[in-house]
């Protein structure tokens, strides 16, 4: 059997320059995170007004959705009350 000499040194230790990884993914033991730029008081307040018109979408979508909600709910209602049309419509399978 041959013997290698592996005490001490490990080829898993060893830092490679430069890889094309890290052009997506950088190498956290060399260069540290960099923290985004703060945000300039104009592009801040176009975040601000897309956020508004947003919560504004959001709030016109909900009432809408309660809207059907309640459609459907009383549909379902109508339905239970089996008018006479229905009862025939269920016995014929259609």
Not at 8 to 15: E, F
Not at 64 to 84: D, H, M, S, T
């Amino acid at each position: 059997m041959a013997k290698r000499l592996t005490i001490g040194r490990n080829p898993l230790d060893t830092l490679v320059a430069e890889s094309h990884l890290d052009a997506v993914v950088p190498d956290l033991v060399t260069s540290q995170p960099q923290a985004p730029a703060p945000l300039r008081p104009e592009e801040a307040g176009d975040l601000q007004s897309l956020l508004a018109a947003r919560e504004a979408e959001n709030q016109s979508l909900r009432q809408q959705v309660e809207k059907l909600k309640a459609q459907v709910q009383e549909l379902k209602e109508r339905l239970a009350q089996a008018e006479p049309r229905w009862v025939t419509l269920r016995r014929l399978g259609q």
